[in-house]
């Protein structure tokens, strides 16, 4: 299971950091990813971070301002969000990739979602 | 980037009904594609992986196949839970892009 926690609303420029509680299986041997739906839009992929924390992926609208990490030994996920812009808004998801160790696979357990609204 | 494409953008099919949806990509991604199942107000639910292999838990009504970069999604016997929105998602190299959708609607 993913508990997911955070979010909320901010303002343009602003930050905000998300949480992901995972349990019920080895969070240290799964990559983790956060995927995001903007209101009217389809899913997209935000961000992945391998099982150590030691490499991770983001979609170029986000790059140098989010920022993924993990702590293993709580079984968190993070994702700190900075320079906050009206288009971040979304319904942001953590998710599970499937294959144990691998970076990119599909996304088999996934958060409720927690809503991210940017506005002044 | 990889670009992924997906036909129809919606469809109206009754219970009962075989559907079948679409995904292309934009080059060589082997068989890294993922379809998901999004209702509103739900998590995201993996149905099929590796292009044609069911995810546990997925209904068997579901189904995929793969043919060079065209990549399809079958429902057989469409169920009234099978409403929402079906993506396909390539993980072959980042951006790890969704398919723009196809909404389901019964």
């Known amino acids: 299971e993913l508990l997911q926690s955070g979010g909320g609303l901010a303002q343009p420029g602003g930050s905000l950091r998300l949480s992901c509680a995972a349990s019920?299986?080895?969070?240290?041997?799964?990559?983790m990813s956060w995927v995001r739906q903007a209101p009217g839009k389809g899913l997209e992929w935000v961000s992945s971070?391998?099982?150590?924390?030691?490499?991770?992926h983001y979609v170029d609208s986000v790059k140098g301002r989010f920022t993924i990490s993990r702590d293993n030994s709580n079984n968190m996920l993070y994702l700190e969000m900075n320079s906050l812009r009206d288009e971040d808004t979304a319904v942001y998801y953590c998710?599970?990739?499937?294959?144990?160790?691998?970076?990119?696979?599909?996304?088999?357990?996934w958060g409720r979602g927690t809503l991210v609204i940017v506005s002044s | 980037d990889v670009q992924m494409t997906q036909s129809p953008s919606s469809l109206s099919a009754s219970v009962g009904d075989r559907v079948t949806i679409t995904c292309r990509a934009s080059?060589?991604?082997?068989?890294?594609l993922s379809w998901y199942h999004h209702r509103p107000g739900e998590a995201p639910r993996l149905l099929i992986y590796?292009?044609?292999l069911l995810h546990s838990g997925a209904p068997s009504r579901f189904s995929g196949s793969a043919s060079g970069t065209l990549f399809t999604l079958t429902i057989n016997n469409l169920q009234p839970e099978d409403l929402g929105t079906f993506y396909c998602?390539?993980?072959?190299?980042?951006?790890?892009?969704f398919g723009p959708g196809t909404k389901v609607d019964l």
């Open positions: 998710a599970r990739v499937r294959r144990p160790s691998s970076a990119f696979d599909s996304l088999d357990i």
């Open positions: 019920g299986f080895v969070f240290s041997s799964f990559a």
């Open positions: 971070g391998s099982h150590s924390g030691s490499r991770t």
């Open positions: 080059q060589d991604i082997n068989t890294y």
């Open positions: 590796a292009a044609s």
């Open positions: 998602q390539q993980t072959h190299t980042t951006p790890l892009i």
